[in-house]
């Protein structure tokens, strides 16, 4: 639940991102795959995480 959580806050973030600086709807899609896979791998890290721990 946390990595679909974070996948989608990634790609919010990224698609904002990118807008603020001016990009185009290409730009925009790419920091938001970008960020969404980078948001991903950290709410995978964090899964793991809680889940060894409980």
Do not use: N, S
């Not at 709807?25 to 795959?33: L, P, S």
Request: aromatic share 10%; hydrophobic share 65%.
């Amino acid at each position: 639940m946390i990595v679909i959580a974070a996948l989608i806050l990634g790609a919010a973030t990224g698609w904002w991102r990118a807008g603020k600086l001016g990009g185009i709807r290409a730009d925009r899609m790419q920091y938001a795959v970008a960020h969404a896979i980078g948001f991903a791998v950290v709410g995978l890290f964090a899964t793991v995480l809680i889940d060894r721990m409980t």
